[in-house]
């Protein structure tokens, strides 16, 4: 495969990819803008938080998989990406812990005032008298937004300091996740209106997505305690950044930050934010995955997608249907010879039945095979028959894909 990367991977992911006989190209100052011109030719993309717009995907004439080499995959145009059928696959959990460090570095640091305190001893004053009034966190309330992979690191931390965690209760929640929860004792509430009034500090771990953009405005700010402290390792425009403005001054709130809704893509840049600067802010470069462990888990997480890509496998993949959206599920055991699954799908196609997914595992020995065919329509009463009839087809059963039939 020829793989373009438009941010630098750490570890040693090119050279990994170059044994296995890939070709990579490494342009690590490429912006979104340089994207579509560069993209042809490349069937693998790989990015940081360098963006994807849709213009790429038009542009493209073989890419087949984008990687992001992290969590969010906010800065990908994922349904571009699908409309051209790219596979986009992240890393989830990755850099979790580096990230539930950094969480934890900015709680600390804006408690403890280590940020003013070092730059006071920087300037030669010894200011012990006003470094002496923190709050302390043993005991303290901690509310979790998100509880994925981050949101759960942070728990783990922030129960070893003896704060009590919550966070809201989500009917769809895994059994892992749920266990995990249970085993770290974090509390369940219904509403946010129940939890942020409670909380000495909410914390954001939420991917960006329409449902989440501008979580943070006013009204979400209004009810948190006076004197609380709102940490966002997430992303930037889970906030609205004026109305946080605003509360930093007349509600007494501290933030700690590592994203901004308009902070720059690039690795270094002139930049300045009233948010960044202001003096109730302890706040980072988005550098929550930036720990030599988390960089190195993510660059052998590279080579793991392009070597489960190359033998079929849609690994991580964001942008695929999470469900099935068939109505049945054809299950076809048949001789593995040539041109059986041919004549199959052929008999699909003549009943107009659209095929949603499809698997054809091999039986050990390798003589014969079985294949479950998705399909989205009604499935005629003969096709079954039909079916069971072609040549070295040993058997053929239906179920309809809610389990009705
Ligand atoms: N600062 C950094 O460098 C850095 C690094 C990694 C990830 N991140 C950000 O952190 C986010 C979370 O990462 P993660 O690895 O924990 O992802 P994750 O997918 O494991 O966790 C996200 C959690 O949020 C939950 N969720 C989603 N929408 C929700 C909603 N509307 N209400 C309640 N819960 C909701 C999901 O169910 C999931 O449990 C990423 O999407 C990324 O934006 C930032
Ligand atoms: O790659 C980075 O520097 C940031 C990654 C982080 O935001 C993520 O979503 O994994």
Redesign the pocket.
């Known amino acids: 495969m020829r793989v373009l990367f438009a941010d630098a991977v750490g570890g040693s992911t090119v050279t990994d990819l170059e044994a296995r006989g890939h070709t990579c190209v490494v342009d690590a100052a490429l912006q979104a803008g340089d994207l579509a011109d560069r993209v042809a030719g490349f069937d693998a993309l790989v990015v940081r938080s360098t963006r994807v717009p849709a213009a790429v995907f038009e542009a493209a004439d073989r890419l087949a998989l984008v990687i992001r080499a992290?969590?969010?995959t906010?800065t990908i145009d994922t349904e571009a990406a699908a409309a051209r059928g790219v596979l986009v696959a992240n890393l989830?959990?990755r850099?979790?812990a580096a990230?539930a460090e950094?969480t934890m570095g900015l709680l600390l640091a804006i408690d403890r005032r280590i940020v003013d305190g070092t730059v006071d001893l920087r300037a030669g004053r010894w200011e012990k008298k006003t470094y002496s009034a923190a709050r302390g966190l043993l005991g303290s309330t901690m509310g979790i937004?998100?509880?994925?992979?981050?949101?759960l690191e942070v728990a783990q931390r922030a129960r070893a300091f003896g704060i009590d965690v919550r966070t809201?209760a989500?009917p769809d929640?895994s059994a892992d996740?749920a266990a995990r929860a249970e085993e770290l004792r974090i509390g369940m509430v219904d509403s946010l209106d129940e939890l942020l009034p409670a909380c000495d500090v909410v914390s954001l771990?939420?991917?960006?997505?329409a449902?989440?953009t501008g979580l943070v405005d006013e009204a979400f700010l209004a009810r948190m305690r006076p004197g609380a402290v709102l940490l966002n390792?997430?992303?930037g425009d889970l906030v609205d950044e004026q109305a946080l403005l605003r509360a930093l001054d007349e509600h007494d709130l501290r933030a700690g930050l590592?994203?901004y809704a308009d902070e720059p893509g690039a690795g270094s840049a002139a930049w300045t934010s009233p948010l960044a600067q202001h003096p109730r802010v302890v706040g980072t470069h988005?550098?929550?995955?930036?720990t030599q462990q988390a960089q190195d888990a993510i660059a052998a997480g590279v080579v793991e997608l392009v070597d489960a890509f190359v033998q079929g496998e849609a690994r991580n993949c964001v942008n695929l249907t999470p469900s099935r959206i068939g109505s049945a599920t054809l299950t076809v055991r048949h001789l593995d010879r040539v041109g059986v699954l041919a004549h199959v799908l052929d008999r699909l196609s003549r009943a107009s039945l659209n095929v949603e997914h499809m698997e054809n595992r091999v039986f050990r020995g390798g003589g014969a095979a079985v294949a479950t065919i998705d399909v989205a329509g009604s499935v005629p009463e003969d096709l079954l028959a039909d079916l069971g009839g072609l040549p070295d087809v040993l058997g053929v059963s239906a179920t309809s894909i809610d389990g009705a039939g």
């Not at 937004?145 to 949101?151: D, T």
């Not at 771990?205 to 997505?209: A, C």
């Not at 988005?286 to 930036?290: E, K, L, N, V």
């Open positions: 992290g969590a969010g906010n989830p959990g850099n979790a990230v950094l937004l998100g509880l994925g992979a981050i949101g809201l989500k929640r996740v771990h939420l991917p960006s997505t449902g989440t390792t997430s992303r590592d994203v988005h550098i929550g995955a930036s």
